[in-house]
């Protein structure tokens, strides 16, 4: 009863930001910043001793469960968690991948929508996060902001003059901001443009991931676009320089869609059919299978092919498909491959068992 | 063959091409060459790269220099920091810092390295909210009372546990009627 209970109650929760409507969230699915924060006069995490682990995450959880923006709060011990409640977790985007593995005393604390979090004992004491649906990192930098306010009344935060917050890993001093958009870019993939849009983006001096990790470039056609430096520039200004790079993604994307609406129309409507008709009729289908497949599908809903089918649902499936979800629901462990990838292609065919192409 | 794109239909043709001046044979399925061609003539004149970089006014060269450089290892003595013990092997290692003392100890290796991965070695983002003497007591009270209270239950003796648990719970609620009344103070300045 100990464990398991309380990612079992968030499992029924809506992932506010899969299932919330927000700007621009056709291509921009979600938007996060990240704060790394730690305390005055204790060790960083990699450094410290089990005991002073366990006195950060006593102290800590008292000062959060302190603030208003956690009175509806959810509290965990990590270390006490299964290996796959954690990864139900970090399928959610609450915690990172690196949280998955620690031993050591760790903690999160998050809001009843899983819009804010605090990660305690990460590889800093704190990593504050806020993610909300679609492009808004100004209202989430007023959100968390407000939060770290309050927070610095109450600990002293290791700070200093010139390098700003202290961090255990140097990339991060300074503003110790991390801000991040997920963007679906199916357009500038399928038209070959996407190699080029990375490296314009790196010379920018931001940052270009896969959403599910190491090697997972292209799958489902999800990238996360970061900021790479947090020293030398203001929270504003590496947002607002964010902010302005991801209007023009997301302006070449929507370009790419109309033009190829225009000019290879059956090209077009041929990748999303034969997705669909994979998604809607598989027995056995993969999460790589899964994930790209559905990357097509919300490409046809947003132009307009199904319009039975709410972009919402296709969002959620994303994150549904992933193993420690799919096992979660399925209320067992399952080892095999195989057997997961038949859950998986069950549980697509029931969400989308309503659904019917649009005639045209 | 299968197609190298979609994966599902023969690859019937067979295209020349050159990535980053090496030459790569592509073998496609008919389907997907056409697609591919389109795409093509569609996207010639869209110069992305350029149009993006028009965007940023300066771009420091520094930053172009990857950000997992190896640190050389200064040379005669050992660096470890007095503070926390945390020494150059482990932030060598592990890229990770021991604690704030030891920005102070690697200072000049960190100094090189921070510079390839920020923007400016000079912090220009929002400081913490000058730390309120009155809250900060509290804090570190309640730290105290947390010790305290941890060793009533170490020692068995329950009575002044009991005390020191509702000691605790009421500087918790006179912590939060503090972040609430912050928060008031907030909606009524906009
Ligand atoms: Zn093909
Ligand atoms: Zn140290």
Redesign the pocket.
Known sequence: MISGNPIDRILKNRVGWLADSGPDDDIAISSRIRLARNLAGH?FPP?AEPAEHSSVVVILRDVCEALPAFSEDFFVRLDELSQLDRRVLMERRVVSRDFVSKQTPSALVMTADESASVMINEEDHMRLQCILSGLRLGEIWERISETDDLLSEHIAFAYDEELGFLTSCPTNIGTGMRASVMLHLPGLVLSEQINQMKQAIGKLGLAVRGIFGEGTDNVGNLYQISNQSTLGESEQQIIEKLDTVIKQIIFHEKSCRMKMLERSRNFLMNHVGRAYGVLKHAYIISSQEALNSLSALRLGVDMGMFSSLDIHTVNELFVLVQPGHLQKNAGKQIENATERDVLRAALIREKLKSVRTDKG | MLCEICGKNEATIHIQEFINSKKKVLHICKVCAEGKAAAKEMLSGIDLAQLMLNISSELPPGLAIQKNESVEAAESPPMK?P????DIVRFTNTGR??????FK?FRPILDQAIRNMHKGCMHVGKKPASAKGASQDRMSQLIALQKKLDDHVRREEYEKAARTRDKIARLKDSLKNRSRGRKDDKWQSD
């Open positions: 060790k450094c | 920091c503070s926390c013990g945390w810092l021991g604690c704030s003392d030891c100890t």
